[in-house]
């Protein structure tokens, strides 16, 4: 019988915005509400709620839903919680369980086509999530979902695994043709390619070898699966500075033109305690001249309409 206590029992209502309903009588509903929050607590998750007889039944998806039927993801069974739970958004006080913040990503309705201990057959009807998936038990609390429809995006490529970073030639000038560029300071530091995929990211150096990822990096792309390229520097302390987008939801930019992809770099937002998105700009001279006052070894030069091809001059290192 669904029931609130053990949510209850980890909560108290003087401390946390979440709803704590009273004891007493469950609602009924229509046993037709879901709801996806992005939980970013002590780890990135997906809080998955169904409504089942007057309480949201929870899972935690490390992984988000998945999209494709070729992979199934981890889904932690949870506790029950309230059907106000349905519409909750904001920030858990650290300290407190599940501490950190909730946002709602998806919400909707869903039909019912089996519902037992061992398996629940659903058709999800939402904004961003679609189709028809079934949950199964394991082992423990853990169960998996899987998506019983064909692929969301079937034309969707794969993240690549081992990106080779451009090296830019070096100049003494800038280019003639200097509209044709975007400039940006050559920062001086450590190359990093970041692969990004609903959790920690993975990060390789220049040479290949695995390297440490900034704190929190992975979990600020949130539901995006994405490549990233940039240097860690020791400007204002150690932040890695992100310039470019290789890879961005199950689309390769490698073949986009440089503004194209600094324009969807930009989309993302990319600004934390250890990351930032690198700025960029149209005049070489004055980012030149501004790179000397800052006494930053150079700045590089990139052809806008370039695209992101190793052992081509479409990059120019200019020393200040």
């Known amino acids: 019988m669904a029931e609130l206590r053990t949510y209850r029992g980890r909560r108290d209502a003087r401390r946390t915005p979440e709803p704590v309903p009273a004891e007493g009588p469950l609602p009924e509903g229509n046993d037709d509400t879901f709801v996806i929050q992005e939980h970013h607590a002590r780890r990135l998750h997906w809080d998955f709620r169904l409504e089942r007889d007057g309480v949201l039944v929870s899972w935690a998806l490390p992984k988000g839903v998945p999209d494709d039927p070729k992979v199934n993801h981890l889904a932690v069974h949870t506790e029950d919680h309230p059907l106000e739970y349905a519409s909750f958004a904001g920030e858990i006080p650290p300290g407190e369980y599940g501490g950190g913040q909730v946002m709602i990503w998806d919400r909707g309705t869903y ?20 189709g028809r998936y079934v949950l199964f038990p394991t082992k423990g ?26 090296v830019p030639d070096r100049r ?8 044709a560029y975007g400039y940006e300071f050559a920062w001086g530091g450590r190359r990093l390619i970041a692969y990004g995929e609903r959790g920690p990211a993975r990060v390789v150096a220049a040479d290949g070898r695995p390297a440490k990822a900034p704190r929190g990096l992975g979990e600020a792309l949130g539901s995006h699966r994405a490549v990233l390229d940039g240097e860690l520097t020791d400007a204002g302390g150690e932040t890695y500075m992100i310039y470019d987008l ?39 001279e004055a980012v030149r001249e501004a790179a000397r006052e800052q006494r930053l070894p150079g700045i590089v030069a990139k052809r806008l309409d370039a695209p992101y091809r190793p052992g081509k001059a479409d990059w120019r290192l200019i020393p200040v």
Request: hydrophobic share 30%; glycine share 8%.
């Open 111 to 130: 039909d019912t086509e089996k519902w037992t201990e061992r398996e629940i057959k659903i058709v999800l009807h939402g904004g961003r999530v679609s």
């Open 172 to 179: 003494a000038r800038l280019p003639r043709r200097s509209d």
């Open 246 to 284: 290789l890879y961005l939801d199950g689309r390769s930019l490698l073949d986009e033109p440089y503004r194209r992809r600094r324009e969807l770099l930009g989309e993302l937002g990319l600004s934390g305690p250890r990351w930032q998105t690198a700025p960029w700009f149209e005049d070489g």
């Open 141 to 166: 609390e853990n169960w998996m979902i899987h998506r019983m429809d064909p692929p969301v995006s079937p034309d969707a490529e794969p993240m690549p695994g081992d990106v080779r970073p451009i």
